[in-house]
């Protein structure tokens, strides 16, 4: 902990100073008296699956798809783990409704590297207080199985450059109609 004594005639910036320094461990918020506290995020094997299963859904019928659509029996754990995808970019958020991002189809295929951990705060915006070096693609994510997933869906993992380009395609169209 930080020994800086924490005082009333604390400056906001003195605070923010003080959580910044602190946050790894977890602080209270000398303002709000809220804990503070930075949390690593990694990709793995659920949230991975999760968008996977929702590039499938959204390569056959591109719309935004409710969490409850996706998630199977274990629906809870998946919105969990969408949200956290939204921060990468993987995924778009929308009163409950997932649909993926451009970003996120080329991941799910195996065709892009993504940050394999954040680290994000507590706070109600969620800031993003570090990004990894390490960059990993689906087919790295420890305990995925890459082949396995997309086979169950009956896909190959393998994209022709048409599926591709119709992906792009129909993302592209949705986003023009949507908004």
């Not at 991002?101 to 892009?112: I, N, P, W």
């Not at 990894?132 to 082949?147: C, K, L, M, P, Y």
């Not at 190959?156 to 949705?174: D, G």
Request: net charge positive; glycine share 6%; aromatic share 8%.
């Amino acid at each position: 902990m930080s020994d800086e004594p924490i005082s009333d005639s604390m400056t906001v910036l003195e605070a923010r100073r003080l959580l910044n320094g602190e946050a790894d461990e977890g602080i209270v918020c000398p303002c709000c008296s809220r804990l503070v506290k930075n949390y690593r995020r990694k990709l793995h094997r659920e949230n991975v699956s999760f968008l996977v299963v929702l590039v499938a859904a959204y390569r056959a019928d591109p719309r935004w798809y409710h969490i409850r659509e996706l998630g199977g029996g274990n629906a809870r754990k998946a919105s969990t783990d969408a949200t956290y995808m939204v921060y990468w970019g993987l995924l778009e958020r929308k009163a409950g409704m997932y649909r993926p991002t451009e970003a996120g189809v080329r991941f799910a295929l195996g065709l892009t590297a993504e940050p394999d951990y954040v680290i994000l705060r507590n706070d109600r915006a969620g800031t993003v207080v570090e990004w990894s070096d390490n960059r990993i693609t689906a087919r790295e994510v420890q305990g995925f199985n890459f082949q396995a997933t997309w086979s169950t869906l009956g896909v190959t993992t393998r994209p022709r450059k048409k599926q591709v380009e119709a992906t792009k395609l129909a993302a592209k169209k949705s986003q023009t109609t949507l908004f």
